[in-house]
């Protein structure tokens, strides 16, 4: 199921940067290849076209990623790190440490 949804999220990604980049911030882009307007998709079809898919895109990827993380089971995580359970597997041994402050050490500096 998740890896459905990742790629359901990719496919999305890619086809609503393919539509943005077809697009023309003046009007223009696949739009200005068309003069006619007799033809089936004209000029002005095309643009609803793009806005209306570049709309229809991006909600279905917001939906795609909050059921994307709605399905993530969180229940079932054993570890927290491999660091955490290395540290949990260490020996118990004291540690000895040397003395320092106000002792004197025979022969050293004074």
Request: charged share 15%.
């Amino acid at each position: 199921m998740a890896v459905l949804i990742n790629v359901l999220i990719i496919l999305a990604s890619i086809l609503l940067i393919l539509i943005v980049l077809v697009q023309n911030s003046k009007g223009g882009g696949l739009a200005s290849n068309f003069s006619a307007s007799n033809q089936v998709m004209g000029v002005r079809k095309t643009t609803d076209f793009l806005e209306k898919a570049t709309w229809g895109l991006a909600i279905a990827l917001v939906l795609f990623c909050l059921v994307s993380t709605m399905s993530i089971d969180r229940g079932t995580v054993k570890h927290k790190s491999a660091i955490e359970d290395e540290l949990k597997n260490q020996p118990k041994v004291p540690m000895n440490m040397p003395a320092t402050g106000g002792q004197k050490v025979p022969g050293g500096a004074k």
